[in-house]
């Protein structure tokens, strides 16, 4: 496995010196590479690039994204999708090919102010982001509450294969839908069980760098004691258990060679 080398830096910072790839949020000047961003280095031997701590949602194509509408032409709709791009939703995507402006009526759908989850369908950088809602759960969202945190935050807020959010979720009795462009709403029938998710919520954004946040996250939502487990007891549980099954494997591969000797009769 090859070597990872991390640090905090600012812009202006030195990453790394020599003959490493500038990849994102970095350039070459001479023999050293520097940081344009806030955030952590991460240098290994595919090149160095910063991870930034906070930043704007830049649009890419089959993202989910979470938009309000701003307002509507005779064709589509502007959404704001947390960019320094607005998106359009095309009024085909709601009313269908037979589309007529001058006898369906665009608001009877969606009004300014409504919020809904959509996919970026088209995105080139020369024009804005075109939404779609024709795939499945994506559509107007009713009610919630509408949080933003960083784009960058929202991989650690999910968690691997989910367990983050799921733990969130299931603790705060709640419904969170996340865009990947950090707008996030929670919903849910208990005012108590939203307001103790959005404190979660915050609390991993601005802590999603620190080691040992899921077990504070469960503290934090009165997870109960046996299901917090340290993540550096957990990942030395994953080693022994690798370690006890490597010597299960070795055993049985003793028990069956020493089965064949003796089938040969030998010692």
């Known amino acids: 496995m090859q070597e990872v080398k991390r640090k905090y830096v600012i812009p202006g910072d030195i990453v790394a010196e020599g003959n ?13 590479i520097v940081a ?20 704007i949602y830049f649009p890419r194509a089959n993202d989910i994204v979470i ?24 009024a085909q995507d709601i009313f269908g090919r037979d589309f007529s402006p001058a006898h369906d009526d665009m608001g009877s759908q ?19 982001p075109i939404l779609t809602m024709q795939d499945k759960d994506l559509g107007k969202i009713p009610t919630g509450e509408l949080i933003k945190i960083s784009p960058t935050r929202v991989p650690r807020l999910i968690g691997k294969r989910g367990s983050m959010i799921q733990t969130i979720e299931q603790a705060s009795s709640t419904r969170i839908t996340i865009g990947q ?8 029938k208990d005012k108590e069980g939203i ?11 601005v802590e999603a760098h ?24 957990k990942r030395n549980h994953e080693i022994n258990d690798t370690e006890i099954n490597d010597d299960k494997v070795i055993s049985n591969k003793i028990d069956k060679e ?8 030998t010692k």
């Open 110 to 128: 969606l009004s300014k102010g409504d919020v809904i989850v959509a996919r970026i369908a088209i995105f080139d950088r020369t024009r804005d």
């Open 258 to 265: 020493m089965g064949m000797m003796n089938s040969n009769g």
């Open 67 to 90: 938009g309000k509408i701003l307002d509507h032409s005779s064709l589509s709709w502007s959404v704001d999708i947390n960019s320094c791009f607005n998106a359009h939703l095309p």
């Open 20 to 32: 490493l790839k500038p990849l994102v949020n970095v350039y070459r000047n001479g023999n050293l």
């Open 195 to 205: 307001n103790l998710a959005i404190n979660a919520i915050h609390i991993v954004e």
């Open 181 to 188: 462009n950090g707008i996030i709403v929670v919903s849910g």
């Open 36 to 55: 344009t961003r806030i955030g952590i280095t991460e240098s290994n031997k595919d090149g160095a690039k910063v991870i930034p701590l906070s930043g």
């Open 210 to 233: 620190t080691s040992n946040l899921t077990q504070r996250i469960k503290q934090l939502l009165n997870v109960p004691e046996s299901e917090i487990e340290n993540e550096d007891t």
